[in-house]
Nanobody, 118 residues
């Protein structure tokens, strides 16, 4: 079992920045940690991921150049720095542990709300 707990998020105006963090505990053997998001009425979609060990990063085209995923010195804490936020970034953001990048794994956090006002 893997437990994922998100923190951060909130309300910001368009063009602003927010930061999300995710703390993983338990059997944290997953090869990738990352973020997905789900906007009202839409399917959950991939946002960003980082690989264990090599720190290779992956981004959705919609956030590339604006979002940065990183990890702390220990594997079990990752961050998502979100800059130049747009109203279409409004969603619940979920931390995820997976065996492949861009493909959701079985373990999810509780979600963190990000709201960007125009």
């Amino acid at each position: 079992q893997v437990q994922l707990v998100e923190s951060g998020g909130g309300l910001v105006q368009a063009g602003g920045s927010l930061r999300l963090s995710c703390a993983a505990s338990g059997r944290t053997f997953s090869n990738y940690l990352g973020w997905f998001r789900q906007a009202p009425g839409k399917e959950r979609e991939f946002v960003a991921a980082i690989s264990r060990g090599s720190d290779i990063t992956y981004y959705a085209d919609s956030v590339k150049g604006r979002f940065t995923i990183s990890r702390d010195n220990v594997w079990n804490m990752i961050n998502l720095q979100m800059n130049s936020l747009k109203p279409e970034d409004t969603a619940v953001y979920y931390c995820n542990a997976a065996s492949r990048p861009r493909i959701a794994g079985d373990y999810w956090g509780q979600g963190a709300q990000v709201t960007v006002s125009s």
